[in-house]
């Protein structure tokens, strides 16, 4: 018994001392639902990252060259699965669509377009979170595939990481309705 509670508490005290936090972005509850419905097929391909956002700590800039990882901070998660869930949470919604799924899914033989995003650029640097991407709509009724290139800065109003990571949320955010725009 005695051994049982030692053990205990020795995993309790490593495990208070090593308490990481675990952050997300990409709250789509307050998404406006969309008035028109489309019964469109959409396929979205899992979102490329850069490296650095692939890694579980979170990482900002301190200079234009050198990357730091923000103490105790980490995604919660495959932040590539994540972003990837954001965006069909947000068309879906959106668009009032039931009918957009990630890519490549099962049991489906018909697509009506498909979404590929590369994100290059997502950091924080001198209070401004950057990001950076191109996206592809392949558009199979009408035969186009067609590219773009987004841009957008966000200031972050505080201090905190959860400021920061509000930046980049409404950044990737205008990310994804640009790209409902384009649809």
Known sequence: MKK???TTLIALFFGACSSKQLYTIGDTTNIKRGTK????????????????L??????????????????????I??????LTRVVISYLQKSLNNPNIYPYPWSNMDHIDKKISITITKFIAYKNIVTLEANYNILDKNKKENLSYLFNTKEII??????????????????????INLKL
């Open 37 to 52: 419905s489309s019964g469109e097929f959409i396929a979205v391909e899992r979102v490329e990252l850069p490296s650095y």
């Open 157 to 178: 109003k505080g201090k905190s990481i959860e400021y920061m990571l509000d930046a980049m949320e409404k950044a990737y955010f205008k990310l994804i309705e640009d």
């Open 54 to 75: 692939m890694d579980s700590p979170i990482y900002k800039k301190k200079n234009p060259y050198h990357l730091v990882k923000i103490d105790d901070a980490n995604w």
């Open 4 to 6: 049982i509670l030692l």
């Open 77 to 82: 998660g495959d932040i590539d699965k994540h």
